[in-house]
Every structure is written in C-alpha cells, then in structure tokens.
C-alpha cells in the first residue's frame, strides 16, 4: 500500500512539512453547529411537521381532485424537509451506509484512503519540542542507548531542556504522542531531586473552593484539587449549613510521626533483652538526644515495641514540626540503630521499614494508636439548617449513619473506614496542598458520628492518622503554596509555636471532613445523590459510539 495516497480532503504531508492530524469521521450529529440534544429535537420536530403538513395537503388534494405530482413551494419545501430529516434520524441511528452515502467527501473510493489509528499513529508526525540540532543529536543518542535518560539534568544543567529531550525521546521510542500533556509554563529545577524524576510534562487538575468553612471562629476558603464532579459543590454545601449553624469546633490530639524498623537477633533472648533497653524510662533521654543529633526540628517522643520470634519491631514516635516528616525520622531512627549496633552487636537491620510504622497502609496500629496529627472536630447543626438546606431531616441523618457506617462498614470488615467518604475530601485537599497522595490510605481513617441532640443534629469526625506538613515535598511547589498560602499555613511557623502550621492544616481537613460528610450523607437519605451526579457530574458534550459503548 502506498502510504502517500491521500487522507480525506487533505494531503499527506512531506517528511519535514508540518502535519495536522486526519480529522474524525463524520457523524449525523454534526449536521448542526448546535448541542446534540438541540440537533435531534430539531430534526423530529422537522420530520413530524413536514409530514403533518404534506398530509393535509394531499387530503385537500384528493377531496378537489388536484393531481399530487402538482406542487406549489410550500410543498416542495417540505418534501425537501422530510428527505433531509429522514436522512439525519436513520444516520444518528447508526445506519452507516446512509452516512457513506450522504455524508461522504466528493472524492471516489478510489482516491480516498481512511487509515485505521494504528496508521494514523505511525503516519502522522509527532509534535517536536526540540530547538536546535544539537538537542536532535542528544534526542538520538537518548533512542539508541548511548546517553542515559536519568542523567540529562546533570549533563545539560537545564531542567526544561532535559524534559524536553526526554519528552521526544520517549515519543519516538514508543512511537505515539504526547501532546495534550503540557510540557511549558512549570518550573522543573523546582523538582529536581524532591519531588519527581525523569520528567516529561505535569497533569493539569483543576482547583475548586469549597467554603467558607467557619472552623474555631475563624473561616477559611479550603482549596480542593479533583477531577470528580459534586464534589466541591457537596463539600461546599455542608460548609453553609456548618456557618449557618455557628461553625465547627475541634481538638488535636496527638501530633507523632512514627517509624518502625525490622531487626534481627540470634535468639529470641537477645530480641527480648534490646527490647527492654529500648522501652526502659531510663535509657530514654539518651536515646532522645542520639536520635535528635541529625535534625534540630525532630525530637523522640515514645518508642514501643513488637516482637515475633527473633525479629524486633521498634516503633519509634516522633515530633516532627511543620514538616509531615518521614525522612527526618527515618535519619533519626538510623542514628539508634547504629548506637543499638555497638550495644547489641549480634544485631542485624533487616529494613529501616518493618511495615509496623504502618506507612501508606490500612493498618489497626494505626487506627488504634494513631500516626500523625490526630484531630476530632465536631459541629452542632440546627434542626431548621437540616431541613431547610440539607433537605432531610434529623431522625433520617441518624438512623442512615447507623445502618451505613457503623453496620455497613462492620459487615464489610472495613479497617477505619466507618465514614461515607472522609477519602474524597482528604485527597483533594492533599492534591491542592501538596501533601503525599498516596498517604491519604491511613489518613483516611475516620469515623464519623451523627447523634440526635433534641431538634438538632450532633456530628463529629475521629481522625487518627493524618499526615501532612506545610514544608518540604510537594509544598513548595508554586501552585500548591499558593493553595497552603490561601488556607494561611504556608510554609514553616515561628520558633514559638514549631508545627502550628501542620497541626492547623490538619485541623482543616478533618473540618473540610466534616462538611463533606454532612452534605453526603444527606444527599442519600433525601434520595438526591444520583440526581446530583447525573446534573453535576455528567459531560453533556456529544460522545463517540465507541465511547457509549464502553460506559
């Protein structure tokens, strides 16, 4: 076959020309510049009164005797009419030959050639970011193996020019295309040794404003980055009957990041005795001070520990400031480790992570003891407020939340999940803020409680475990500084008051939580949920077969 034949009403374009992609395949539903649902009432509205019309013609006809074949304007214009909307409601029903027919370019058959995707992708050239023919040169080197993806950065100095390298690389090798992922407008020596390596461009999620939540008398506008639609409108709905019901009050806990090391011993006897070493009040201060020798910010606050067999799990707790932390009390740990080493020499570090910290894992010693900021924050919703803005009422918010997520979650063995989906909110506002998503796993856990209190409605959410920082990682990005700069916990807090910050930014999410929470869970006892997804939460842009199909 030769590839250089022409596409539909356009010519395949030299080796060096630009290129514009093949455009789609013509639907009936394009016939109107118009939604698909303003096209399709058109046309039936056409088809019925052009019939209508012609019918009442005709039987004025027979009953004078007028030949039918005699037609005045009127008529003709509306048999023009029918045909047309004849030829559209057969064609949105998928009757491709009427559309091969009708539809097709002025080209013959043997003139036109349509390639499949896979064609399409192997002939349509990809779009270049490279400027100049040194660049080229690299890219080449990149495909054939002599220079390592990795190293860019390092050899060229130059963080936008290296995901720009990479990015061509990648697309020739694979031989498919990555535009539509942004690659200008970020700042890539920002990540470079923090945040991501080998990078070819950045996702782009859109930020919504839930709020005000008024929270300890104060209010704050709390940014929520997600891809899900109803969510900020929910989590915003539960903000207003929050305010309007004088704002939610709540309480920090805890505040210990935690670290647990695997170790092992010669014989349960040696495991036992390093374990009462650790756990001995005497030995703590010094214990203290060696784990604090690399970070002035971390200091040790407990350490228990697990024994199976011969294998030692210290869990080491530990303050960790505005930072959430981990590898300041990963550097910690390894200082005890090595002093434990000439204390106890049989010893041998298996891992610095046991799996008992329990780090981006459901886990029971987390939902038990907590890990992070733990923070329980409540609120007490007037009757009128549930009835008037919620749209449900107190009696039907409870007896939900007891079949829901107390027994629901019971038959389902959930682990911290007796909530109806603290999740959403905490991965959203972690996206915004620049905290790990992948720890919204534990910093998930909630249970949330709703309780009759006379007319009104008691709520409150446990939160055991929610890690997050306002240094460090993802938070010095430029976008989700700003988001932590809008919430007034950027960055690290004064010398006097080390990890306010943190901790308030924690308090923040457990109240987003809350809201969040309350709006759900009266979306599904006043039986709005689905009505509120399929109204918010549903494209009504024109979607392929394919894509119809599929869902």
């Known amino acids: 076959m030769d590839i250089r034949r022409r596409l539909p009403s356009r010519e395949l374009p030299a080796q060096n020309d630009d290129v514009v992609t093949a455009p789609p395949p013509r639907r009936g539903s394009d016939a109107l510049p118009l939604p698909l649902y303003l096209t399709n009432f058109f046309f039936t509205f056409l088809f019925a009164a052009t019939v209508y019309f012609l019918l009442i013609r005709w039987g004025e006809k027979i009953s004078t005797s007028t030949p039918l074949h005699v037609v005045n304007l009127s008529e003709l214009l509306s048999l023009i009419g029918v045909i047309a909307s004849c030829i559209y409601l057969i064609g949105f029903l998928g009757v491709d030959f009427v559309q091969s027919v009708f539809l097709r370019s002025s080209s013959s058959d043997d003139d036109v050639w349509i390639p499949n995707d896979d064609e399409i992708d192997r002939l ?5 970011d490279l400027t100049s023919e040194e660049d080229e040169a690299i890219v080449k080197s990149v495909v054939d ?30 031989g498919k295309s990555l535009t539509g992922l942004p690659l200008d407008g970020f700042d890539y020596d920002s990540i470079l040794g923090q945040c991501c390596e080998m990078p070819v461009g950045y996702v782009q999620i859109p930020v919504g404003i839930a709020g005000p939540l008024l929270l300890d008398g104060k209010e704050y506008s709390v940014p929520m980055a997600t891809t899900e639609g109803c969510l900020v409108a929910s989590t ?3 903000c207003k009957a929050i305010h309007l019901s004088g ?13 647990a090391p695997v170790v092992k011993f010669p014989s349960v006897k040696r495991a036992a005795r390093a374990m009462f070493y650790l756990q001995d009040p005497a030995n703590f ?19 228990t520990c697990s024994i199976s067999g011969r294998n030692l799990y210290p869990r080491f707790a530990c303050g960790t400031g505005d930072a959430m932390g981990m590898n300041m009390v990963s550097k910690g740990v390894q200082n005890v480790l090595e002093f434990m080493k000439t204390m106890f020499p049989d010893m041998v570090v298996i891992g610095i992570s046991g799996n008992c910290c ?15 900021k733990h923070v329980v924050c409540e609120a007490l919703i007037k009757g009128g407020i549930v009835r008037n803005v919620l749209k449900t009422t107190v009696e039907d918010l409870v007896e939900l939340h007891v079949l829901k997520n107390l027994t629901g979650s019971a038959m389902a063995g959930s682990l911290g999940g007796f909530n109806a989906h603290a999740s959403n909110i905490v991965s959203a506002v972690f996206i915004a803020t620049g905290q790990d998503p992948a720890q919204n796993v534990e910093s998930s856990h909630c249970i949330t409680q709703f309780e009759a209190e006379g007319d009104d409605l008691h709520i409150s959410v446990s939160m055991p475990c929610i890690e997050v920082g306002t240094v460090g990682g993802g938070t010095q990005l430029a976008s989700q500084s700003a988001c932590l700069n809008l919430l007034g916990v950027k960055g690290s807090s004064d010398k006097e008051k080390a990890g306010s910050n943190a901790r308030q930014l924690a308090r923040i999410v457990a109240g987003s939580v809350l809201a969040g929470e ?7 006892a006043s039986g709005q949920l689905v009505k509120s997804h399929m109204k918010y939460n549903r494209s009504s842009r024109d979607i392929g077969p394919s894509s119809q199909v599929n869902r």
């Open 236 to 238: 915003n709905r539960g």
């Open 358 to 372: 329990s780090d981006k894992k459901a886990s029971a010693i987390n939902w038990i003891q907590g890990r992070g």
């Open 247 to 259: 704002g939610a009050f709540s309480f920090l806990m805890k505040d210990a990041m935690t670290r």
């Open 285 to 303: 201060e010094r214990l203290s001070l060696i784990f604090s020798k690399s970070s002035r910010f971390a200091w040790l606050q407990s350490i």
């Open 518 to 524: 309350l709006s759900l869970m009266s979306a599904i």
């Open 124 to 128: 349509v050239k990809i779009e270049s």
């Open 145 to 174: 193996g002599a220079t390592s993806s990795h190293s860019l950065e390092t050899k060229l100095g130059d963080c936008k020019r290296a995901a720009a390298i990479r990015r061509e690389a990648v697309q020739r090798m694979t």
